[in-house]
């Protein structure tokens, strides 16, 4: 069984499997501790000292980035550009409103917000994107991914203008790549559940938009019943946290009162556009579009496939 297998999120199984492991379990292929059970995630989550984020959040370690980066560091590093963004983002006024499709509109106007741009760059920027999000191999990616870096260089964004010319770049590729996917995704999953708005909370529990993020372990630890070394990867899958039996009774219920979710994650790297992104939702939540005709299905997302 390949926790990694997209086929299984496509058709939803993954919960079952998800079931018949232990909350921590090591995964031979390509070699980590899935983390599935609540209290083991958010452990993990909250504690950078152990579970770094400097190594890269994917399926293995990277070497550790050379610049500020708020995905690629760790307190006290991470923590005066998360403050800088968090009121960045406290500040915005997002100017919603109706469009044919909403499930690009909306990001697309969310991301001229952020960024202080006009629509027309905001729609080149959105369309590197989708290329990014969907390339049929690498060198289709790579390029896209350099054609990113040369739109996001021209830009007159006063956002992160206190950084050096790299830390800044990785700062809007961050915002542009990670912020479209994920507002995309959970505008996606509101279409296809439409919940009331009572439940947009139990929605994002089931459904997380991102599945999963990883980290590095910095020290020898035990993580529940498991000896964990130090270089070992963890990943922490959401979506199985988000319905541990130990914590949420009858987890796949939709249910009101439930116990706070971790789909935008927890400790200091919780996501900081989490208001923001529940302010979309709630208001499309009243009258929501139909649900996408194909979806793009990953271990990692679950959104509409534009391509």
Same mark, same amino acid.
């Given at each position: 069984?390949?926790?990694?297998?997209?086929?299984?999120?496509?058709?939803?199984?993954?919960?079952?499997?998800?079931?018949?492991? +232990? %909350?921590?379990?090591?995964? &031979? #292929?390509?070699?980590?501790? $899935?983390? =599935?059970?609540?209290? !083991?995630?958010?452990?993990?989550?909250?504690?950078?000292?152990?579970?770094?984020?400097?190594?890269?959040?994917?399926?293995?370690?990277?070497?550790?980035?050379?610049?500020?980066?708020?995905?690629?560091?760790?307190?006290?590093?991470?923590?005066?550009?998360?403050?800088?963004?968090?009121?960045?983002?406290?500040?915005?006024?997002?100017?919603?409103?109706?469009?044919? +499709? %909403?499930?690009?509109?909306? &990001? #697309?106007?969310?991301?001229? $917000?952020? =960024?202080?741009?006009? !629509?027309?760059?905001?729609?080149?920027?959105?369309?590197?994107?989708?290329?990014?999000?969907?390339?049929?191999?690498?060198?289709?990616?790579?390029?896209?991914?350099?054609?990113?870096?040369?739109?996001?260089?021209?830009?007159?964004?006063?956002?992160?203008m206190h950084l050096s010319t790299?830390?800044?770049?990785?700062?809007?590729?961050?915002?542009?790549?990670?912020?479209?996917?994920?507002?995309?995704?959970?505008?996606?999953?509101?279409?296809?559940?439409?919940?009331q708005p009572a439940l947009i909370?139990?929605?994002?529990?089931?459904?997380?938009?991102?599945?999963?993020?990883?980290?590095?372990?910095?020290?020898?630890?035990?993580?529940?019943?498991?000896?964990?070394?130090?270089?070992?990867?963890?990943?922490?899958?959401?979506?199985?946290?988000?319905?541990?039996?130990?914590?949420?009774?009858?987890?796949?219920?939709?249910?009101?009162?439930?116990?706070?979710?971790?789909?935008?994650?927890?400790?200091?790297?919780?996501?900081?556009?989490?208001?923001?992104?529940?302010?979309?939702?709630?208001?499309?939540?009243?009258?929501?579009?139909?649900?996408?005709?194909?979806?793009?299905?990953?271990?990692?997302?679950?959104?509409?496939?534009?391509?």
């Amino acid at each position: 069984m390949d926790l990694l297998d997209p086929s299984l999120y496509a058709d939803g199984s993954i919960h079952r499997h998800f079931r018949q492991l +232990e %909350p921590v379990s090591w995964q &031979p #292929r390509p070699g980590y501790w $899935a983390v =599935l059970g609540y209290p !083991e995630a958010h452990r993990v989550l909250s504690e950078p000292a152990n579970f770094s984020s400097a190594f890269g959040t994917g399926i293995v370690s990277d070497a550790r980035a050379h610049f500020v980066s708020l995905n690629l560091s760790d307190p006290p590093v991470h923590t005066p550009l998360r403050r800088h963004l968090s009121h960045w983002l406290k500040t915005l006024q997002p100017d919603f409103h109706p469009e044919i +499709e %909403p499930l690009r509109g909306l &990001p #697309r106007q969310t991301l001229q $917000a952020i =960024l202080q741009i006009g !629509e027309t760059q905001a729609s080149q920027l959105q369309q590197l994107a989708v290329r990014i999000a969907y390339a049929p191999h690498k060198a289709t990616w790579r390029q896209a991914e350099d054609e990113l870096v040369v739109q996001l260089a021209l830009l007159h964004t006063p956002l992160g203008m206190h950084l050096s010319t790299t830390d800044r770049l990785y700062l809007l590729r961050l915002l542009v790549l990670s912020g479209l996917e994920s507002t995309t995704t959970a505008l996606a999953s509101l279409c296809q559940h439409r919940p009331q708005p009572a439940l947009i909370e139990e929605m994002l529990r089931l459904h997380p938009p991102i599945q999963r993020f990883g980290r590095r372990v910095m020290r020898d630890l035990r993580l529940g019943p498991c000896d964990l070394k130090e270089g070992d990867r963890v990943l922490v899958f959401f979506a199985a946290a988000n319905r541990d039996p130990r914590v949420f009774s009858q987890p796949h219920q939709w249910r009101l009162g439930r116990p706070p979710h971790l789909s935008f994650g927890a400790g200091p790297h919780r996501c900081p556009g989490a208001s923001l992104a529940r302010r979309q939702l709630h208001w499309l939540a009243p009258n929501p579009p139909p649900p996408p005709e194909r979806y793009y299905r990953s271990s990692f997302s679950a959104g509409p496939n534009f391509g």
